[in-house]
């Protein structure tokens, strides 16, 4: 049986999500406000939190799916998934807190695009490496 490393990170992930969703739930709650952020900053920093965390998880868990598909390294999987939790979580606490932590919010985006480049550079690598295993 093969050893599946995405679904691991894949359901940390969505554990993160719903937290951040949670945050946002309660600040609407709080401040009666059922849409948009009406000038709230704390709800739209919380929504932003959110929103980016959404924009940019997907991408890098279906990046993280492929290098399985194409037997990259376990290691480098989970590599790939250590680093993105990691600079989710680095992202939502540095900029979740007013006033923002910058360091923070830097090294989790610094994370985040690690993961995208070198997701997307292993995939592109082992496509050429592999094709003449292909059947």
């Known amino acids: 049986m093969p050893y599946i490393v995405t679904p691991l990170y894949a359901g940390i992930l969505a554990l993160i999500y719903v937290y951040l969703a949670g945050r946002v739930i309660a600040l609407r709650r709080k401040f009666w406000i059922s849409i948009g952020d009406k000038g709230n900053e704390q709800l739209l920093r919380q929504q932003r939190v959110h929103g980016n965390f959404a924009e940019y998880v997907p991408l890098a868990l279906f990046l ?24 989710r979580v680095l992202h939502a606490l540095g900029v979740g807190r007013d006033p923002e932590s910058l360091t923070m919010r830097t090294y989790g985006m610094i994370l985040t695009f690690a993961v995208l480049v070198i997701g997307g550079l292993l995939n592109i690598s082992y496509f050429f490496l592999m094709r003449n295993f292909a059947g």
């Open 64 to 87: 993280m799916l492929c290098t399985e598909l194409q037997i990259v390294p376990v290691w480098a999987t989970h590599g790939l998934g250590i680093a993105l939790v990691t600079g």
